[in-house]
């Protein structure tokens, strides 16, 4: 006879059970944090991994309970005292049921159910980070300095007519890539922008959103001569004097203007955020 297995909860499956529960907390931080994809998933997917380690080697505790023997009987219907035996037998829980282990499957469980509940946070309105609120704002804000791909606060100065320059708020980290701006300089007598957006020029200096309205391809080639910039994906065709309004291309709308402004010492600051959604047409339109 084989000595039945001891009521205390094996350590391996509690340790699987314990490290689910830490992935499962370690996924909401990661979410709470915007600490990127690959790590909520990892986290999240880790933790339902270690559960089905934790449960399977729970299971191998059948394989010890009872030696494999073959019983002898003899021929002729089966005693009642023998057949009462074997009933008993399968109805009896072979496995112990160790109070530590149902504990610590349950606060796996419950780990992983109270860390699903940080995404569906996203779906309430005035509360990020929320997918639609993200796609139609960026990290620009009224007094952002605009600051080069070095980190260089750039002067008013420093934009030259027939050039562009890709800036980026003060701070910004390579994650805020939907932050990412063109400045240009042009002849202020030969803008034509839409209403309202008078003051959004410093001296001829405009700003628009680098990435295209088509499908969010960065729009890098500017044609002095003609005043256009151009995406080079889909070769979508946009007029800067005009607020960027596309004249050529798949692309539907114009690049979302940046409004800007001098501070005392020189340097382009934001006035706010750019005039609507940046990037593809989906994002942010019907």
Not at 15 to 26: D, R, S, V
Not at 171 to 191: F, I, K, S
Request: hydrophobic letters at 40%.
């Amino acid at each position: 006879m084989s000595r039945p297995p001891s009521p205390r909860a094996p350590r391996s499956v509690v340790a699987c059970f314990l490290l689910a529960t830490l992935c499962a907390i370690g996924f909401a931080l990661s979410y709470a944090l915007d600490l990127g994809t690959p790590v909520m998933g990892g986290t999240i997917g880790a933790a339902f991994a270690f559960i089905a380690l934790g449960l399977a080697l729970w299971s191998r505790l059948n394989d010890r309970i009872e030696p494999e023997y073959v019983e002898e009987r003899a021929v002729g219907p089966t005693p009642r005292a023998q057949f009462d035996h074997f009933t008993e037998a399968l109805t009896t829980q072979p496995v112990p049921r160790s109070k530590v282990l149902w504990s610590m499957l349950g606060l796996a469980f419950g780990s992983i159910g109270l860390a699903t509940l940080f995404p569906l946070r996203s779906l309430l309105p005035e509360t990020g980070p929320n997918p639609d609120k993200r796609l139609a704002t960026t990290a620009w804000r009224k007094g952002a300095h605009l600051v080069d791909e070095n980190g260089v606060l750039v002067r008013a100065d420093d934009i030259e007519t027939g050039s562009v320059t890709t800036v980026f708020p003060e701070g910004y980290n390579r994650r805020q890539a939907e932050a990412a701006t063109l400045v240009l300089r042009v002849d202020p007598t030969e803008l034509r922008l839409p209403p309202g957006r008078a003051g959004w020029v410093v001296d001829g200096i405009v700003a628009y959103s680098k990435l295209c309205t088509h499908a969010g391809c960065p729009v890098g080639l500017y044609v002095d001569t003609s005043n256009q910039l151009l995406c080079p994906c889909h070769h979508s065709i946009f007029d800067v004097l005009r607020g960027a309004q596309p004249v050529e291309g798949p692309a539907p709308h114009p690049l979302p203007q940046l409004p800007l402004a001098i501070d005392r010492d020189g340097f382009l600051v934001a006035l706010g955020d750019f005039s609507g959604p940046v990037g593809a047409a989906w994002w942010g339109y019907p």
